[in-house]
């Protein structure tokens, strides 16, 4: 299968690199330093599973420069979902497939508005991985992939992606019910995101404070309330499971918290904006989400002042 990864960052790189090595052809579509030293060494995950180097790919910044493929792992960050679906033309037949593999909702929607629903696959994924440094994929914990057609309207196709992904070593299932899992992702998401990079604490640090701990529960309970505008219903024992699959994650820092030390853009739309909009929609309120947008749009601002937008 020919397959590419719109996106090879720590998600992408990881998940690519098994498909890679699994015999798949692959294409890593990437910027910047992390690009560069694909390019001249290859790609490298250091992995509790097993170490890989992916050497036999192609590593570029063109959309066009492979071709068509069966496969597209689309992996960018939530804010660059519109100008990078834009680009997928050149990698695209009427066969291909588009599986989003990002945080927040509402990506493969967007996705879909451009090249069709039916190609369109929406993925959660359960993973603690991180750029170590350029070209390497440090991978601590998990490597599940949940995904599903919006609707429950599995065919073929996402058939057809589970069993490729299963044999390449990746543990995955599709769910009838994705959108969902995706909001129960997002009461992962939006507390511990913002929380994480307002406070620059990790997991543990987080959990170990009663006060940041509750704060992160309240967070919850916004996501809940925008989550029934949707109607989808997340019951409130999601809460402490939540907490109980996060005190596992030890000192791991949420991908927010990375960028943020990256001095990368923050998803702080998907995961708190979106929560705000959609209770201010159905006129209600959502102060902790309105608040941790609000200031995390300026630490964004700030962080970043001066410094071009990075690769």
């Known amino acids: 299968m020919r397959i590419a990864v719109m996106g090879a960052g720590a998600v992408g790189g990881y998940f690519g690199a098994k498909l890679a090595a699994a015999g798949h052809e692959l294409v890593f579509i990437s910027r910047g330093q992390h690009l560069e030293e694909m390019r001249r060494s290859g790609l490298k995950i250091d992995s509790p599973n097993g170490n890989l ?18 496969l597209v792992l689309f992996c960018v960050k939530s804010y660059d979902t519109d100008a990078t679906a834009k680009a997928l033309g050149p990698m695209l037949s009427n066969a291909t497939s588009i599986l989003s593999l990002q945080n927040g909702v509402g990506n493969p929607e967007k996705i879909a508005r451009l090249w069709g629903a039916q190609r369109t696959l929406a993925g959660v994924v359960y993973i603690g991985a991180q750029i170590a440094s350029p070209g390497v994929v440090l991978h601590s914990a998990g490597e599940k992939i949940v995904f599903g057609q919006s609707g429950g309207n599995n065919t073929a196709t996402a058939d057809g992606i589970e069993r490729t992904l299963s044999a390449a070593g990746i543990n995955c299932a599709i769910n009838e019910t994705i959108e969902t899992v995706q909001w129960i992702k997002l009461l992962w998401n939006a507390p511990f995101c913002a929380i994480s990079s307002l406070a620059r604490a990790n997991m543990k640090e987080i959990l170990e404070s009663d006060t940041l701990k509750q704060l992160a529960i309240d967070c919850m309970k916004e996501v809940q309330a925008a989550a029934l505008t949707r109607a989808i219903n997340l019951p409130s024992a999601l809460f402490e499971e939540t907490i109980a699959f996060s005190r596992g994650l030890d000192t791991f820092k949420p991908s927010m918290l990375q960028d943020l030390e990256a001095r990368k853009p923050l998803e702080y739309e998907a995961f708190n904006g979106i929560v705000v909009r959609l209770m201010q929609q159905a006129g209600k309120q959502a102060p902790i989400n309105q608040s941790f947008h609000a200031l995390l749009q300026q630490l964004d601002k700030t962080t970043r002042e001066g410094v071009g937008r990075p690769s």
């Open 53 to 70: 180097h992916i050497s036999n790919a192609l590593f570029t910044d063109d959309p066009g420069a492979f071709g068509t493929v069966d």
